[in-house]
């Protein structure tokens, strides 16, 4: 298996990028976000790279991080997703909005990538949910979008609590303590993490 390219930049696709190694020319699959930002030609990239071989097409796939690759390897283990399915949700979302998205059943969301429907996107979230973890619940993974002031950090974390399946009441509980605890103006993401403390997360 072809762990990693690294050569140089020969030719950059709406999804794919050429990469020249040696002489010899690899096409390689890539998302709508990594072709955008790939380097110019002539330049040199370095891409981790996923094979999918089938019985009458080897094709790569490469991603610009291993965090990448390895949410692209978890999309492909979801019934009914392919290679071509897992770049576009890659493409149209991101790694961490899409981490947010399964995590909190956002299943508008998902679906905004072409060729995803709602039962897919509800597959994804029951087939996916237990492989992400709570700490991936970061405030860029909404979008960025942090509430101003403390009432605004405190109501987005216990929220963010409830879509992971805690209760209302045992959520406020533990975000009211973690700000307590911390004696300080804490984001979304600061005070999920200290908060899950007192769940036993």
Known sequence: MISYLRGVCAETGEDHIVIDVGGVGFRVGVSGKTAA???GTGELVTLHTHMSVREDDISLFG?????????????????GVGPKVAL????AIGVDDLR??????????ITTAPGVGKKMAERLVLELKD???????LPQAAGGVVLTGPEGE???AAEALMALGYNASDARRAVA?????AGERLET???LKVALKYLGR
């Open 37 to 39: 930002t790939a380097p």
């Open 63 to 79: 991603f610009p991080s291993r965090e990448e690759l390895h949410l692209f390897r978890q999309l492909l283990s979801v019934n």
């Open 88 to 91: 576009s949700i890659l493409s």
């Open 100 to 109: 947010f998205a399964v995590l909190t059943g956002d299943t508008r969301l």
């Open 131 to 137: 492989k992400f973890s709570s700490d991936d619940l």
């Open 154 to 156: 405190t109501d987005e």
């Open 177 to 181: 303590k973690a700000r307590e605890e």
């Open 189 to 191: 993401g600061q005070l």
